[in-house]
């Protein structure tokens, strides 16, 4: 029996540890452009054996509001794995982007991974 809320490749194996997948979104990148990077992690995550959550989108430049949702849904869901389509989508700048990946290690015990291993 499939339970509500989950997807369905999730409802039927609930062993499975979450992972869910950040972005960057800005205006100008198409929609079938997002709508393949997601269904990348989407593969990414099955054939590691997670089961992918959703995606938390960042769509204004500089702003960080969807990553502090997924900070405190992976604390709320006790999840561990994030994926992003590359580390550029945490940030392009180096030393923010570590920054970043302190933070999901240190608030949520969570690490980063990317469909490429880079």
């Known amino acids: 029996m499939p339970v509500a809320g989950l997807a369905p490749s999730c409802a039927e194996n609930i062993v499975k540890p979450l992972m869910y997948g950040y972005m960057r979104a ?15 992690m989407q593969r ?6 997670y089961c992918y959550a959703t995606t938390f989108f960042e769509h204004q430049h500089g702003s960080r509001a969807a990553f502090e949702e997924l900070v405190a849904e992976l604390r709320r869901a006790e999840a561990r794995h994030v994926v992003v389509p590359s580390m550029d989508h945490l940030s392009g700048h180096r030393l923010l982007c570590g920054q970043m990946m302190t933070r999901l290690e240190a608030d949520a015990n969570a690490h980063v991974l990317t469909p490429s291993g880079a």
Do not use: I
């Not at 990414?44 to 054996?49: L, Y």
């Open 26 to 40: 800005p205006d100008d990148v198409s929609d079938d452009d997002l709508d393949r990077a997601v269904a990348e």
């Open 44 to 49: 990414f995550s099955e054939t590691e054996g």
